[in-house]
């Protein structure tokens, strides 16, 4: 009986946990040719020092953090964007090679390569005439 | 940090939001007038709009955007800015997901009433287009002194 009580409450103290960070999703593309996968996010306001990229064999987490110039004493009047947080995960698939990740970031794009394993890569089978 | 931008995001007006949103979704409209100029949520670009005593703060979440096609212009208080996102498309992949708006697109934005149009700057970093528009000076709060 005491255990349900405790149980109970504790659940009730996580929920009301006072810092609640919104995260935004950023919005992405994801597309797959021969070379491997491409993707790329939207992520306004993120330089490189402040994009997080992390890779294991099955997933990706791409976050970052948006800055921007704001006045002392700013008040909101309007706003789309209610967070500066980022974040977004991927499961991967074992035929990609996440080593061999390419990342660029420009103007708030990100854009990421993830090759194919080499061996995986669809080949071309030449039919020979003998 | 942009927390600071956001003070009315008490329970309330979230939950106002959400109520909005959630009419929207079902009857396709919102009982009460909306801004003549107002946008469908989620258009593209979002915006943010800030103000203090002496400027007024527009950011437009303009990512991958070359800041030099945009077109912005200031009337009265109607900031509109509009432009042009094109996005490369390989030819030769499947595209699994297609999230990121692709097109042209325009935004007006109601501002208070005591801006001064020939007082505007913009910049560009990235991808967030940061338009300070100055305020009237008697539009400022006056100390008034007690003699």
Redesign the interface.
Known sequence: MAETQDVATRQSADVQKPERQVVLNP????????EGI?L?A??????RDRLNIEVDKNSLLIEG????????????????????RYRRSFSLSPELEPNNIDATL????LTLKIPKRAELRPRKIEVRVD | MFNRLTPFESSLFDEFQRLEREMDDLFGRWPWPIGIRSATRGSFPPVNVGATSDEVDVYLFTPGVDPKTLDISIQQNVLSVSGERKLPKKEDANYYRQERFDGEFRRAIMLPEDVDADRVEARCENGILHIRVQRREAAKPRQIEVK
């Open positions: 919005p992405v593309d994801i597309c797959e040719d021969a491409t790329v939207d992520m306004p306001g993120v330089s953090d948006a800055h921007f110039d704001m006045p002392e004493g700013i008040q909101a009047l309007y706003a789309d964007i209610r967070s500066t420009k103007d708030g794009v």
